[in-house]
C-alpha cells in the first residue's frame, strides 16, 4: 500500500470517529463538513451515526483514492483540522520540500493555531527546514535581524496563551488582532533570540515570526489607547 493511501486510511479512521456537526449550520464542526445536512445525488441528506461512513466514502474517500501527493489529500480537508490531520500523517511525508510547503500552507489558513497543544505544534515544527519553507528574500531578511528581536502579539480572550508560537515583528499587525472584531484585546511585546525564531513569513503582509516560546523573555502588556 502507497504511502498516501495509508495517509486516507488515517484519514478515514479520524473523520468517521468525530462527533458530527449540530443543525444545519453546525454547532461544533467536523474534519470533512461543517453542516450535518449534505448533498448527496441531487438531494439534501442528514448526516447521522449510521449513514455518515456510507456518506463520506462516496461523498469523499473514493475521490481521496486518486490523491497523487498528500496535498491533495488534505485538500478535502476543512481548514481548522488540516494541522491536525498533518500532525497524524507527518511520517508518511518523505519529501522535505513537499512537506514544508504543506505545513507552511496549513499553519497560514489556520485562524487560531494557538489551540493546539504545545507538543503536537512542536513535533510539526520538527520537519521544518528553514531554506524550504522560506522565500529567499524571506531567509534574506530573517538572517539580516539582530540577535535580539523585539516582538509583539494581540491577543482577543482573556485565556488566549501568551507564550505562544506565532507574534509579529510590526506593531500594527499586533494592535490589529487584538481589537478586531471591535473588541479590546490585550497587546504584549517581548523579547526573542534570532536563533529561536523557526521561520518569517510577510505573504500576508503581517511579518509573522514563529518561534520557540520557550525562548521568550521580557514579556509585558501594552497599554492600548481607547477605541
Not at 505562544?164 to 504584549?188: C, D, I, M, V
Not at 529561536?196 to 511579518?207: D, G, H, L, T
Request: charged share 25%.
Amino acid at each position: 500500500m502507497s504511502k498516501i493511501l495509508q495517509a486516507l486510511d488515517i484519514i478515514k479512521q479520524l473523520c468517521n470517529a468525530r462527533q458530527l456537526p449540530n443543525g444545519i449550520y453546525g454547532l461544533g464542526s467536523h474534519p470533512l463538513i461543517n453542516s450535518n445536512f449534505v448533498m448527496v445525488d441531487n438531494k439534501f441528506t442528514q448526516l447521522t451515526k449510521q449513514n455518515k461512513e456510507e456518506i463520506f466514502e462516496k461523498l469523499f474517500y473514493s475521490r481521496m483514492t486518486t490523491a497523487k501527493s498528500f496535498g491533495e489529500l488534505l485538500c478535502f480537508i476543512q481548514k481548522p483540522y488540516k494541522l491536525e490531520m498533518l500532525n497524524f500523517i507527518k511520517h508518511l511525508i518523505d519529501d522535505d520540500k513537499e512537506y514544508n510547503e504543506l505545513f507552511r500552507h496549513s499553519w497560514q489558513i489556520t485562524e487560531f493555531p494557538h489551540l493546539y497543544k504545545n507538543k503536537d505544534i512542536y513535533y510539526l515544527l520538527s520537519g521544518m527546514k528553514p531554506e524550504l519553507i522560506m522565500t529567499s528574500e524571506e531567509l534574506s531578511y530573517l538572517k539580516n535581524l539582530p540577535d535580539n528581536v523585539e516582538i509583539y502579539r494581540g491577543t482577543q480572550s482573556q485565556k488566549a496563551k501568551i507564550r505562544a508560537f506565532s507574534w509579529t515583528l510590526k506593531k500594527e499587525t499586533a494592535e490589529w488582532f487584538a481589537n478586531r472584531w471591535k473588541l479590546k484585546g490585550k497587546l504584549y511585546k517581548a523579547k526573542i533570540p534570532k536563533s529561536a525564531i523557526y521561520f518569517y513569513s510577510n505573504n500576508r503582509k503581517e511579518c509573522e515570526v514563529v518561534l520557540n516560546p520557550r525562548k521568550l523573555r521580557f514579556i509585558e502588556e501594552i497599554k492600548q489607547q481607547s477605541l
